[in-house]
Protein backbone atom coordinates (compact mmCIF):
# COMPACT_ATOMS: atom_id res chain seq x y z
CA UNK A 1 0.00 0.00 0.00
CA UNK A 2 1.11 3.20 -1.28
CA UNK A 3 1.81 5.63 2.47
CA UNK A 4 3.11 8.70 0.98
CA UNK A 5 0.70 11.75 1.69
CA UNK A 6 -1.28 13.04 -1.79
CA UNK A 7 -2.28 16.38 -2.59
CA UNK A 8 -5.44 15.65 -1.03
CA UNK A 9 -3.83 14.63 2.71
CA UNK A 10 -1.89 17.70 2.30
CA UNK A 11 -5.31 19.93 2.19
CA UNK A 12 -6.71 17.59 4.74
CA UNK A 13 -3.60 18.25 6.73
CA UNK A 14 -4.25 22.25 5.83
CA UNK A 15 -7.80 22.33 7.14
CA UNK A 16 -7.05 19.88 10.08
CA UNK A 17 -3.92 22.15 11.28
CA UNK A 18 -5.88 25.18 11.23
CA UNK A 19 -8.86 23.74 13.21
CA UNK A 20 -6.58 22.38 15.96
CA UNK A 21 -5.04 26.13 16.25
CA UNK A 22 -8.02 27.28 17.43
CA UNK A 23 -9.71 24.66 18.87
CA UNK A 24 -6.75 23.74 21.17
CA UNK A 25 -6.31 26.92 23.00
CA UNK A 26 -10.05 27.26 23.19
CA UNK A 27 -10.20 23.97 25.39
CA UNK A 28 -8.04 25.29 27.95
CA UNK A 29 -5.55 23.86 30.28
CA UNK A 30 -6.16 20.22 31.87
CA UNK A 31 -7.46 20.38 35.07
CA UNK A 32 -4.93 18.25 37.89
CA UNK A 33 -4.93 14.78 37.73
CA UNK A 34 -7.03 13.90 40.88
CA UNK A 35 -9.54 16.31 40.22
CA UNK A 36 -12.33 13.46 38.25
CA UNK A 37 -15.37 16.20 37.49
CA UNK A 38 -13.17 18.38 35.90
CA UNK A 39 -11.21 16.02 34.21
CA UNK A 40 -14.59 14.06 33.08
CA UNK A 41 -16.04 17.67 31.76
CA UNK A 42 -12.40 18.38 29.94
CA UNK A 43 -11.90 14.95 28.18
CA UNK A 44 -15.56 14.54 26.86
CA UNK A 45 -15.44 18.39 26.34
CA UNK A 46 -13.02 17.57 23.77
CA UNK A 47 -14.33 14.64 22.30
CA UNK A 48 -17.18 16.50 21.61
CA UNK A 49 -15.34 19.61 19.84
CA UNK A 50 -13.56 16.84 17.89
CA UNK A 51 -16.91 15.14 16.95
CA UNK A 52 -18.64 18.35 16.03
CA UNK A 53 -15.94 19.25 13.66
CA UNK A 54 -15.82 15.88 11.82
CA UNK A 55 -13.02 14.61 13.26
CA UNK A 56 -14.28 12.06 15.91
CA UNK A 57 -13.86 8.05 15.16
CA UNK A 58 -11.16 8.98 12.36
CA UNK A 59 -11.12 5.37 11.25
CA UNK A 60 -14.56 4.60 12.05
CA UNK A 61 -17.20 3.83 9.22
CA UNK A 62 -19.33 6.91 8.44
CA UNK A 63 -22.13 4.34 8.76
CA UNK A 64 -21.45 4.62 12.38
CA UNK A 65 -21.12 8.29 12.64
CA UNK A 66 -16.70 8.09 11.80
CA UNK A 67 -15.31 9.89 9.25
CA UNK A 68 -13.98 6.91 7.52
CA UNK A 69 -10.86 8.86 6.61
CA UNK A 70 -7.94 7.23 4.36
CA UNK A 71 -5.30 5.02 5.39
CA UNK A 72 -2.93 8.40 5.00
CA UNK A 73 -5.66 10.38 6.33
CA UNK A 74 -5.15 8.95 9.64
CA UNK A 75 -1.65 8.81 9.64
CA UNK A 76 -1.85 12.74 9.07
CA UNK A 77 -4.51 13.15 11.98
CA UNK A 78 -2.04 11.37 14.79
CA UNK A 79 0.66 13.90 13.38
CA UNK A 80 -1.55 16.60 13.26
CA UNK A 81 -3.13 16.30 16.62
CA UNK A 82 0.43 15.55 18.21
CA UNK A 83 1.95 18.57 16.85
CA UNK A 84 -0.72 20.63 18.27
CA UNK A 85 -0.62 19.46 21.48
CA UNK A 86 -4.07 18.40 21.26
CA UNK A 87 -5.71 16.79 24.49
CA UNK A 88 -4.80 13.49 25.52
CA UNK A 89 -8.14 11.20 24.97
CA UNK A 90 -8.69 10.80 28.68
CA UNK A 91 -11.70 9.20 29.73
CA UNK A 92 -12.80 8.31 25.96
CA UNK A 93 -10.13 5.73 26.36
CA UNK A 94 -11.77 2.64 27.22
CA UNK A 95 -15.02 3.56 24.66
CA UNK A 96 -13.44 5.20 22.00
CA UNK A 97 -10.79 3.03 21.27
CA UNK A 98 -11.62 -0.56 22.04
CA UNK A 99 -15.26 -0.84 23.62
CA UNK A 100 -16.92 1.00 20.25
CA UNK A 101 -14.53 -0.66 18.02
CA UNK A 102 -15.48 -4.49 19.74
CA UNK A 103 -19.43 -2.92 19.56
CA UNK A 104 -18.92 -2.13 15.69
CA UNK A 105 -17.21 -5.61 14.87
CA UNK A 106 -19.29 -8.24 17.23
CA UNK A 107 -22.48 -5.95 18.97
CA UNK A 108 -26.35 -6.24 17.70
CA UNK A 109 -27.70 -3.52 15.61
CA UNK A 110 -29.55 -1.98 18.72
CA UNK A 111 -26.14 -2.37 20.43
CA UNK A 112 -24.50 -0.08 18.20
CA UNK A 113 -27.50 2.35 17.63
CA UNK A 114 -27.90 2.75 21.70
CA UNK A 115 -24.02 2.95 22.37
CA UNK A 116 -22.11 3.90 19.09
CA UNK A 117 -22.95 7.53 18.42
CA UNK A 118 -23.17 8.03 22.56
CA UNK A 119 -19.60 6.69 22.39
CA UNK A 120 -18.26 9.21 19.70
CA UNK A 121 -19.39 12.21 21.14
CA UNK A 122 -18.34 11.69 24.55
CA UNK A 123 -21.71 11.23 26.29
CA UNK A 124 -20.83 7.90 27.41
CA UNK A 125 -17.98 6.93 29.02
CA UNK A 126 -16.66 2.81 29.49
CA UNK A 127 -14.35 0.96 31.70
CA UNK A 128 -12.94 -2.52 31.03
CA UNK A 129 -13.81 -5.11 33.76
CA UNK A 130 -11.47 -8.19 32.64
CA UNK A 131 -8.62 -8.62 35.34
CA UNK A 132 -9.42 -10.28 38.80
CA UNK A 133 -7.10 -10.74 41.56
CA UNK A 134 -6.85 -14.06 40.10
CA UNK A 135 -6.55 -13.38 36.35
CA UNK A 136 -4.35 -11.34 34.97
CA UNK A 137 -1.73 -12.64 32.32
CA UNK A 138 -4.26 -15.85 32.73
CA UNK A 139 -7.17 -13.86 31.67
CA UNK A 140 -8.85 -16.78 31.25
CA UNK A 141 -8.54 -18.18 34.59
CA UNK A 142 -11.39 -15.00 35.04
CA UNK A 143 -13.87 -16.12 38.32
CA UNK A 144 -16.97 -13.84 37.73
CA UNK A 145 -19.70 -15.63 37.95
CA UNK A 146 -22.54 -14.78 35.59
CA UNK A 147 -25.75 -17.15 36.18
CA UNK A 148 -28.94 -16.79 33.80
CA UNK A 149 -32.24 -16.12 35.27
CA UNK A 150 -34.88 -15.79 33.08
CA UNK A 151 -34.52 -12.48 31.00
CA UNK A 152 -31.17 -11.57 33.08
CA UNK A 153 -27.54 -12.62 34.33
CA UNK A 154 -26.94 -12.27 38.46
CA UNK A 155 -23.35 -11.48 37.99
CA UNK A 156 -21.23 -11.50 41.17
CA UNK A 157 -17.71 -11.41 41.43
CA UNK A 158 -14.80 -9.15 41.83
CA UNK A 159 -12.35 -6.98 39.20
CA UNK A 160 -9.19 -4.87 40.01
CA UNK A 161 -7.66 -2.51 37.69
CA UNK A 162 -10.59 -1.45 36.27
CA UNK A 163 -9.34 2.31 34.86
CA UNK A 164 -12.05 5.09 34.99
CA UNK A 165 -14.06 3.14 36.98
CA UNK A 166 -14.98 6.15 38.82
CA UNK A 167 -16.68 8.13 36.03
CA UNK A 168 -18.09 5.17 33.91
CA UNK A 169 -21.23 4.70 32.50
CA UNK A 170 -20.38 1.27 31.10
CA UNK A 171 -18.25 -1.31 31.23
CA UNK A 172 -16.88 -4.19 29.08
CA UNK A 173 -17.34 -7.27 31.56
CA UNK A 174 -16.50 -10.42 31.03
CA UNK A 175 -17.61 -13.01 32.81
CA UNK A 176 -17.93 -16.48 32.93
CA UNK A 177 -21.17 -17.91 32.26
CA UNK A 178 -20.33 -21.83 32.22
CA UNK A 179 -17.58 -23.22 34.73
CA UNK A 180 -17.80 -26.58 33.58
CA UNK A 181 -16.36 -25.79 29.96
CA UNK A 182 -12.71 -25.66 29.38
CA UNK A 183 -11.52 -21.96 30.73
CA UNK A 184 -11.52 -20.50 27.22
CA UNK A 185 -14.95 -21.52 26.48
CA UNK A 186 -17.14 -20.72 29.65
CA UNK A 187 -16.93 -17.22 29.07
CA UNK A 188 -18.95 -14.24 28.20
CA UNK A 189 -18.83 -10.63 27.20
CA UNK A 190 -21.29 -7.87 28.77
CA UNK A 191 -22.08 -4.61 28.60
CA UNK A 192 -22.36 -3.11 32.12
CA UNK A 193 -24.34 -0.76 33.15
CA UNK A 194 -22.18 1.54 35.70
CA UNK A 195 -25.30 2.55 37.99
CA UNK A 196 -26.57 -1.18 38.42
CA UNK A 197 -27.51 -2.45 42.03
CA UNK A 198 -24.98 -4.40 43.40
CA UNK A 199 -21.84 -2.35 42.32
CA UNK A 200 -19.05 -1.23 45.04
CA UNK A 201 -16.70 0.65 43.09
CA UNK A 202 -13.37 1.28 45.68
CA UNK A 203 -10.28 3.47 44.07
CA UNK A 204 -6.92 2.19 44.42
CA UNK A 205 -4.00 5.27 44.70
CA UNK A 206 -1.04 5.16 42.80
CA UNK A 207 2.62 5.89 43.45
CA UNK A 208 1.50 9.14 41.69
CA UNK A 209 -1.20 9.67 44.59
CA UNK A 210 -4.00 9.77 42.24
CA UNK A 211 -6.65 6.96 41.26
CA UNK A 212 -6.83 6.23 37.98
CA UNK A 213 -7.74 2.61 38.80
CA UNK A 214 -10.42 0.78 41.05
CA UNK A 215 -11.50 -2.82 42.53
CA UNK A 216 -14.94 -3.08 41.58
CA UNK A 217 -17.33 -5.72 43.68
CA UNK A 218 -20.37 -7.24 42.24
CA UNK A 219 -22.72 -8.60 44.20
CA UNK A 220 -25.97 -10.27 42.47
CA UNK A 221 -25.82 -7.48 40.09
CA UNK A 222 -28.54 -8.01 37.13
CA UNK A 223 -27.23 -7.45 33.94
CA UNK A 224 -29.95 -7.70 30.91
CA UNK A 225 -29.17 -10.65 28.73
CA UNK A 226 -29.61 -8.76 26.18
CA UNK A 227 -26.72 -7.12 26.84
CA UNK A 228 -24.39 -9.87 25.82
CA UNK A 229 -22.00 -8.88 23.06
CA UNK A 230 -21.41 -12.41 20.95
CA UNK A 231 -22.93 -15.41 21.49
CA UNK A 232 -22.98 -16.81 25.41
CA UNK A 233 -19.66 -18.76 25.86
CA UNK A 234 -17.88 -17.14 22.93
CA UNK A 235 -16.42 -14.27 25.13
CA UNK A 236 -12.91 -15.30 24.47
CA UNK A 237 -13.23 -14.70 20.91
CA UNK A 238 -14.74 -11.62 21.52
CA UNK A 239 -12.27 -10.52 23.86
CA UNK A 240 -9.45 -11.32 21.31
CA UNK A 241 -10.65 -8.91 19.51
CA UNK A 242 -10.98 -6.01 22.29
CA UNK A 243 -7.50 -6.92 22.88
CA UNK A 244 -5.76 -6.46 19.36
CA UNK A 245 -7.84 -3.01 19.47
CA UNK A 246 -6.07 -2.17 22.97
CA UNK A 247 -2.96 -2.74 21.69
CA UNK A 248 -3.14 -2.00 18.15
CA UNK A 249 -3.25 1.57 16.61
CA UNK A 250 -4.13 2.70 20.23
CA UNK A 251 -0.37 3.75 20.12
CA UNK A 252 -0.66 6.02 17.19
CA UNK A 253 -0.74 9.45 18.12
CA UNK A 254 0.70 8.66 21.57
CA UNK A 255 4.02 7.69 19.45
CA UNK A 256 4.31 11.75 18.36
CA UNK A 257 4.20 12.89 21.78
CA UNK A 258 6.89 10.29 22.67
CA UNK A 259 8.68 12.04 19.64
CA UNK A 260 7.72 15.24 21.59
CA UNK A 261 9.16 14.83 24.68
CA UNK A 262 12.51 13.47 23.12
CA UNK A 263 12.86 16.58 22.02
CA UNK A 264 12.00 18.23 25.50
CA UNK A 265 14.37 16.06 27.11
CA UNK A 266 17.26 17.20 24.38
CA UNK A 267 16.45 20.79 25.40
CA UNK A 268 16.75 19.55 29.16
CA UNK A 269 20.06 17.98 28.61
CA UNK A 270 21.40 21.77 26.70
CA UNK A 271 20.29 23.66 30.10
CA UNK A 272 21.62 21.32 32.75
CA UNK A 273 25.60 21.60 33.82
CA UNK A 274 26.88 18.61 35.37
CA UNK A 275 30.98 19.90 36.61
CA UNK A 276 30.77 22.59 34.85
CA UNK A 277 29.31 21.67 31.33
CA UNK A 278 26.11 20.58 29.68
CA UNK A 279 24.90 17.50 29.73
CA UNK A 280 24.12 17.84 26.08
CA UNK A 281 27.97 17.77 25.79
CA UNK A 282 28.41 14.07 26.99
CA UNK A 283 28.81 12.10 23.47
CA UNK A 284 26.80 8.94 25.34
CA UNK A 285 24.14 11.11 25.70
CA UNK A 286 24.06 12.01 22.18
CA UNK A 287 24.10 9.04 20.76
CA UNK A 288 22.02 7.40 23.19
CA UNK A 289 19.14 10.38 21.50
CA UNK A 290 20.39 9.18 18.07
CA UNK A 291 19.43 5.35 18.85
CA UNK A 292 16.43 6.95 20.68
CA UNK A 293 14.98 8.74 17.38
CA UNK A 294 16.41 5.74 15.55
CA UNK A 295 13.75 3.43 17.59
CA UNK A 296 10.85 5.89 17.18
CA UNK A 297 11.46 6.09 13.61
CA UNK A 298 10.99 2.36 13.39
CA UNK A 299 8.21 2.59 15.70
CA UNK A 300 6.21 4.58 13.50
CA UNK A 301 7.22 2.32 10.25
CA UNK A 302 5.52 -0.42 12.23
CA UNK A 303 2.38 1.66 12.94
CA UNK A 304 2.15 2.58 9.76
CA UNK A 305 2.14 -1.17 8.49
CA UNK A 306 0.02 -2.04 11.56
CA UNK A 307 -2.74 0.65 10.39
CA UNK A 308 -2.44 -0.13 6.79
CA UNK A 309 -3.49 -3.91 8.20
CA UNK A 310 -6.30 -2.65 9.90
CA UNK A 311 -7.87 -0.66 7.01
CA UNK A 312 -7.23 -3.79 5.06
CA UNK A 313 -9.00 -6.33 7.39
CA UNK A 314 -10.81 -4.22 9.38
CA UNK A 315 -8.58 -5.34 12.41
CA UNK A 316 -5.57 -5.16 13.90
CA UNK A 317 -3.17 -8.17 13.50
CA UNK A 318 -0.94 -10.11 15.45
CA UNK A 319 1.67 -7.52 15.03
CA UNK A 320 -0.15 -5.12 17.24
CA UNK A 321 1.82 -7.42 20.12
CA UNK A 322 5.20 -6.34 18.83
CA UNK A 323 4.34 -2.53 18.41
CA UNK A 324 2.63 -2.94 22.22
CA UNK A 325 5.82 -4.36 23.32
CA UNK A 326 8.12 -1.90 21.60
CA UNK A 327 6.21 1.70 22.39
CA UNK A 328 6.10 0.78 26.36
CA UNK A 329 9.79 -0.31 26.44
CA UNK A 330 11.23 2.39 24.60
CA UNK A 331 8.85 4.97 26.31
CA UNK A 332 10.45 3.93 29.37
CA UNK A 333 13.86 4.37 27.74
CA UNK A 334 13.05 8.07 26.87
CA UNK A 335 12.35 8.30 30.78
CA UNK A 336 15.30 6.94 32.03
CA UNK A 337 17.38 9.34 29.62
CA UNK A 338 14.73 12.08 30.65
CA UNK A 339 15.28 11.59 34.88
CA UNK A 340 19.41 11.64 33.77
CA UNK A 341 19.00 14.65 31.98
CA UNK A 342 18.10 16.37 34.32
CA UNK A 343 20.60 15.43 36.55
CA UNK A 344 20.40 16.57 40.54
CA UNK A 345 17.19 18.26 39.90
CA UNK A 346 15.80 14.82 39.39
CA UNK A 347 15.19 14.88 42.85
CA UNK A 348 12.47 17.66 42.89
CA UNK A 349 8.69 16.57 42.20
CA UNK A 350 7.92 20.32 41.24
CA UNK A 351 9.50 22.61 38.11
CA UNK A 352 12.87 23.71 39.79
CA UNK A 353 14.81 26.67 37.70
CA UNK A 354 12.68 26.71 34.60
CA UNK A 355 12.71 22.74 34.30
CA UNK A 356 9.79 20.71 33.19
CA UNK A 357 10.36 18.49 36.31
CA UNK A 358 7.03 17.46 37.13
CA UNK A 359 6.36 16.55 33.33
CA UNK A 360 9.78 14.15 33.17
CA UNK A 361 9.04 12.68 36.64
CA UNK A 362 5.32 11.81 35.90
CA UNK A 363 6.49 10.43 32.93
CA UNK A 364 8.82 8.07 34.74
CA UNK A 365 6.96 6.77 37.03
CA UNK A 366 3.67 6.12 34.91
CA UNK A 367 6.09 4.43 32.25
CA UNK A 368 6.51 1.46 35.12
CA UNK A 369 3.00 0.44 34.48
CA UNK A 370 2.71 0.84 30.71
CA UNK A 371 4.43 -2.54 30.23
CA UNK A 372 1.97 -4.54 32.73
CA UNK A 373 -1.27 -2.77 31.53
CA UNK A 374 -2.92 -4.18 28.44
CA UNK A 375 -0.63 -7.43 28.92
CA UNK A 376 2.61 -7.56 30.09
CA UNK A 377 5.93 -7.10 28.55
CA UNK A 378 6.62 -11.04 29.42
CA UNK A 379 3.12 -11.86 27.86
CA UNK A 380 3.66 -9.85 24.54
CA UNK A 381 7.03 -11.82 23.67
CA UNK A 382 4.62 -14.94 24.88
CA UNK A 383 2.18 -14.15 21.54
CA UNK A 384 4.84 -12.98 19.26
CA UNK A 385 6.96 -16.16 19.96
CA UNK A 386 4.08 -18.38 19.13
CA UNK A 387 1.90 -16.75 16.87
CA UNK A 388 4.26 -14.53 14.57
CA UNK A 389 7.23 -16.50 14.55
CA UNK A 390 5.37 -20.08 14.91
CA UNK A 391 7.91 -21.24 18.10
CA UNK A 392 6.60 -24.25 20.21
CA UNK A 393 3.82 -23.04 22.50
CA UNK A 394 5.06 -22.75 26.41
CA UNK A 395 4.39 -25.87 28.56
CA UNK A 396 0.62 -25.63 30.13
C1 LIG B 1 -2.05 1.23 34.46
C2 LIG B 1 -2.85 -0.02 34.38
C3 LIG B 1 -4.17 0.05 33.93
C4 LIG B 1 -4.93 -1.12 33.87
N1 LIG B 1 -6.23 -1.00 33.49
C5 LIG B 1 -6.99 -2.11 33.44
C6 LIG B 1 -8.39 -2.00 33.11
O1 LIG B 1 -8.91 -0.90 32.86
N2 LIG B 1 -9.12 -3.12 33.12
C7 LIG B 1 -8.61 -4.35 33.39
O2 LIG B 1 -9.32 -5.33 33.31
N3 LIG B 1 -7.29 -4.49 33.72
C8 LIG B 1 -6.48 -3.40 33.76
N4 LIG B 1 -5.16 -3.51 34.12
C9 LIG B 1 -4.65 -4.82 34.53
C10 LIG B 1 -3.65 -5.44 33.57
O3 LIG B 1 -4.27 -5.94 32.42
C11 LIG B 1 -2.92 -6.56 34.36
O4 LIG B 1 -2.22 -5.95 35.41
C12 LIG B 1 -1.99 -7.36 33.51
O5 LIG B 1 -2.70 -8.13 32.58
C13 LIG B 1 -1.09 -8.28 34.34
O6 LIG B 1 -1.83 -9.07 35.20
P1 LIG B 1 -1.48 -9.15 36.77
O7 LIG B 1 -1.32 -7.76 37.28
O8 LIG B 1 -2.48 -10.03 37.40
O9 LIG B 1 -0.03 -9.82 36.83
P2 LIG B 1 0.28 -11.38 36.77
O10 LIG B 1 -0.48 -11.98 35.66
O11 LIG B 1 0.10 -11.96 38.14
O12 LIG B 1 1.80 -11.38 36.37
C14 LIG B 1 2.85 -11.20 37.34
C15 LIG B 1 4.19 -11.35 36.59
O13 LIG B 1 4.31 -12.70 36.08
C16 LIG B 1 4.59 -12.67 34.67
N5 LIG B 1 3.92 -13.78 34.00
C17 LIG B 1 2.66 -14.21 34.21
N6 LIG B 1 2.38 -15.23 33.37
C18 LIG B 1 3.48 -15.44 32.60
C19 LIG B 1 3.81 -16.36 31.57
N7 LIG B 1 2.93 -17.25 31.11
N8 LIG B 1 5.04 -16.27 31.00
C20 LIG B 1 5.95 -15.36 31.45
N9 LIG B 1 5.70 -14.47 32.45
C21 LIG B 1 4.48 -14.52 33.02
C22 LIG B 1 3.99 -11.35 34.22
O14 LIG B 1 4.59 -10.91 33.00
C23 LIG B 1 4.31 -10.42 35.38
O15 LIG B 1 5.62 -9.95 35.29
C24 LIG B 1 -4.36 -2.37 34.21
C25 LIG B 1 -3.04 -2.44 34.65
C26 LIG B 1 -2.29 -1.29 34.73
C27 LIG B 1 -0.87 -1.40 35.21
Redesign the pocket.
Known sequence: MDLRYSESDEKFRTELRGWLKQAVPAHGDPPPTDDWDGRLAYDTGWQRRLYDAGYAGINWPKAYGGRDATLTEQLVYYEEISRAKAPYIGVNF?GMLHGGPTLIAEGTDPQKAAHIPKILKGEEIW?????????????ANLQCRAVRDGDVYRVTGH???????QVADFCEL?VRTDPDAPKHRGISWLIMPMDLKGIDIRPLP?IMGES??SEVFLEDVEIPVENLVGPENDGWRVTNVTLSFERGAAFASEMFQLQEFLAEIVKVAKRVTRNGAAVWDDRGVRREVGHLQAELDALWAMVKYLVSETAQTGMPGMRASAIKLYYTETYQKVCELGMRALDRAALARDDIGGLPNQQILYRAM?SI??T????????Q??IIAERILGLPR?PR
Open positions: VCQGFSEPCAGSDLKIWTSFALTEFQSLIAAGTSQIRNE
